[in-house]
């Protein structure tokens, strides 16, 4: 069974840029959360997706956007980039969000703004 | 507000010492507790789930612990190898926010 899968892997963008990142979560899981990862933050939570809704959503800018799709792959939007956004963005897909479902996650997208 | 606290920050042993790392939270209104592995500028690795109602659950040379009440949870790795070098880190899902809240981790290093 395929993994959580990514694209790109990595990413340079200049302040002020807009990106797109992309997550296909296992297939079957309809479950598809959002967290950015910093040396000095750690882990922060960004939003979750079920069944192309947006579920829950953290404590960012609405500079940071999601959506998903039917086939419950989603992607993140970032707009007018900041040093700040530099991180690994990482994604999590799960069944669904009971106190059994393991979350899987990705290899992430490491994303950095010059 | 939920917190999620690992002990200690980093950990160095030599090959074959058991070991244990701790993760401490602050409410234990809590769903399940997940220990993952992080390899350097990788994704995280899921190694075991423990859910609210369960006092522990075992992988191999792995074990992890929840003591609810108290807000603890342990991972033991037995017989440790260098391949298990990695950062380890708790999240504790709440429901409160319907959302996996981290611990800063804790980096391993195993020494041949």
């Known amino acids: 069974k395929a993994g959580v899968t990514q694209t790109p892997r990595y990413l340079i963008k200049t302040r002020g840029q807009q990106v797109t990142l992309s997550c296909s979560p296992i297939?079957?899981?309809?479950?598809v959360s959002w967290y950015q990862q910093t040396p000095g933050q750690g882990l922060q939570f960004l939003f979750e997706?079920?069944?192309?809704?947006?579920?829950n959503k953290g404590n960012f800018p609405g500079r940071f956007s999601g959506r998903q799709f039917s086939n419950s792959r989603s992607e993140m939007n970032v707009s007018t980039l900041e040093l700040g956004d530099s991180a690994l963005y990482l994604c999590?897909?799960?069944?669904?969000?009971?106190?059994?479902?393991?979350?899987?996650f990705g290899p992430g997208t490491r994303l950095t703004v010059l | 507000k939920q917190e999620v606290t690992q002990i200690p920050a980093a950990l160095s042993v030599p090959e074959g010492e058991n070991l244990v790392l701790n993760c401490s939270f602050t409410?234990?209104?809590?769903?399940?507790l997940q220990w993952f592995r992080q390899d350097p500028g990788k994704g995280l690795t899921s190694l075991l789930l423990?859910?609210?109602?369960?006092r522990e659950q075992t992988s191999g040379r792995l074990n992890a612990s929840l003591d609810k009440s108290s807000g603890r949870s342990t991972l033991y790795i037995a017989a440790s190898q260098p391949g298990d070098s990695a950062t380890y880190l708790c999240?504790?899902?709440?429901?409160?926010?319907?959302?996996?809240?981290f611990g800063q981790g804790t980096e391993l290093s195993v020494k041949p």
């Open positions: 999590a897909s799960s069944v669904d969000r009971t106190e059994t479902d393991t979350q899987y």
């Open positions: 297939s079957g899981h309809r479950s």
């Open positions: 997706y079920f069944s192309e809704t947006q579920r």
């Open positions: 409410d234990s209104a809590i769903y399940n």
């Open positions: 423990i859910q609210s109602s369960q």
């Open positions: 999240a504790v899902w709440s429901p409160k926010g319907g959302k996996l809240i």
